[in-house]
Structure formats: structure tokens, C-alpha cells
T-cell receptor
Framework: EDQVTQSPEALRLQEGESSSLNCSYT??????LFWYRQDPGKGPEFLFTLYSAGEEKEKERLKATLTKKESFLHITAPKPEDSATYLC???????????FGTGTRLTIIP | DTAVSQTPKYLVTQMGNDKSIKCEQN?????MYWYKQDSKKFLKIMFS???????INETVPNRFSPKSPDKAHLNLHINSLELGDSAVYFCASSQTRFERDRGLDLLNEKLFFGSGTQLSVL
């Protein structure tokens, strides 16, 4: 069965302390991978789509990268407002459905 | 203006009751979804609708009955609520067209989510 696993489950960083979140998947014929951000009490919000190994996308302090087996969300010099749960998702069944990972809960301490 | 709005935000009810959650999107999207997020934050698709037509039913018990009166609205009715139904339910929409010979293609699409309905069954 296709699986999407995110690690770590939770991450606490000091403001300005850079780190990376991981999303690994066991999906044959991966055609793309999505990153979403979810704030407490809200629905997920789209961040990035990556289509092929080697691709990178950036938005402010976030950079997403993709290899053949995993994706990383790098956060550089984070600020408290970057605190959120970050979810990755992959399309499956001919791209008709998204399988989401369980997320990484990121907390940035001022 | 909220792009995808769902009501109520919180729903507390007893086992065995019937309840509904409403969802509306003002983005002009063709496709709408219901997702369930459990206590471990695992987000799972329940239903996909395109232009009022059910496209995907992800083996959800038939106590759950979605209804789409028009392509801007997708409501979820739940009969005989059970303890295990407690979760956060998210409505979402996307500008994804459906072709019968190709199905839905989410690869190039963004999903826009509502703020969720936290359902607690006591």
C-alpha cells in the first residue's frame, strides 16, 4: 500500500535556528508531491508542488526539494509565525486522490 | 470573503443522533471534497464531487451521505453517529475538471480547505 511518512513528528526550534522536515513515500510512479501548511484550528493551505527529482521550490524562508524517495522542507532562520503543522501529500490512483502524511508540528520559540 | 466556508465550527452531540455539516465555496471551482482528520492529524479523503456528481467514495460507511445541490455547495449528513466519528471534517475545493475517460487529475491543482468542523460524539 502507498505510504507517506513524515519525520520528525514534532520539532521545536529557537527563532533563527534552521532545520529540515522530511517526507518519505513508497508510491510507485510518483508524478508529484505537495506541501501544505496547517495552522491550529484551520484547514491546510497550499505551499508547493514538486514534480520531479531534483526540483526545488522556494517561498520566503521555506525551500522544498524532491528526490526519488523523499522530499525535504528546509526552513531557514525561522520566525515564530512559521509555527504550524506541515503536511506533505502525494497523488495516487491516476492522480485522483491525495494521500497525506501525518505531518510535522513545528514550533518556533522566540 | 472566505473562499471555502463550512458550518458549524464545532458540533457536540450524542451517539445515535443525526447531524449535518454545510460547505460553500465562492471560488467558482468545479470540484469539492470532504476530508476527515483524526486525532493523530491524519487527513483522509472521504468524498469527491465534480459539478454536483459523486466521483469518489472512499469506502465510507453509508451512514455518511454527501449532497451537492449545486457546484458551489457540498453538505455532509451523518446518520446514527458513533464515537469513532469524532474528528475534524474539512471541506475543500479545487479547479479540477473531470473527464470520464481520465477521471480527476489533481497533479496540477491546489486544494483550498475550509476551517474545519470539529465533531465530538459523546
Amino acid at each position: 500500500e502507498d505510504q507517506v511518512t513524515q519525520s520528525p513528528e514534532a520539532l521545536r526550534l529557537q527563532e533563527g535556528e534552521s532545520s529540515s522536515l522530511n517526507c518519505s513515500y513508497t508510491v510507485s510512479g510518483l508524478r508529484g508531491l505537495f506541501w501544505y501548511r496547517q495552522d491550529p484550528g484551520k484547514g491546510p493551505e497550499f505551499l508547493f508542488t514538486l514534480y520531479s527529482a531534483g526540483e526545488e521550490k522556494e517561498k520566503e524562508r521555506l525551500k522544498a526539494t524532491l528526490t526519488k524517495k523523499e522530499s525535504f522542507l528546509h526552513i531557514t532562520a525561522p520566525k515564530p509565525e512559521d509555527s504550524a503543522t506541515y503536511l506533505c501529500a502525494v497523488p495516487r490512483f491516476g492522480n485522483e486522490k491525495l494521500t497525506f502524511g501525518t505531518g510535522t508540528r513545528l514550533t518556533i520559540i522566540p | 470573503d472566505t473562499a471555502v466556508s463550512q458550518t458549524p465550527k464545532y458540533l457536540v452531540t450524542q451517539m445515535g443522533n443525526d447531524k449535518s455539516i454545510k460547505c460553500e465555496q465562492n471560488l467558482g471551482h468545479d470540484t469539492m471534497y470532504w476530508y476527515k482528520q483524526d486525532s493523530k492529524k491524519f487527513l483522509k479523503i472521504m468524498f469527491s464531487y465534480n459539478n454536483k456528481e459523486l466521483i469518489i467514495n472512499e469506502t465510507v460507511p453509508n451512514r455518511f451521505s454527501p449532497k451537492s445541490p449545486d457546484k458551489a455547495h457540498l453538505n455532509l449528513h451523518i446518520n446514527s453517529l458513533e464515537l469513532g466519528d469524532s474528528a475534524v471534517y474539512f471541506c475543500a475545493s479545487s479547479q479540477t475538471r473531470f473527464e470520464r475517460d481520465r477521471g480527476l487529475d489533481l497533479l496540477n491543482e491546489k486544494l483550498f480547505f475550509g476551517s474545519g468542523t470539529q465533531l465530538s460524539v459523546l
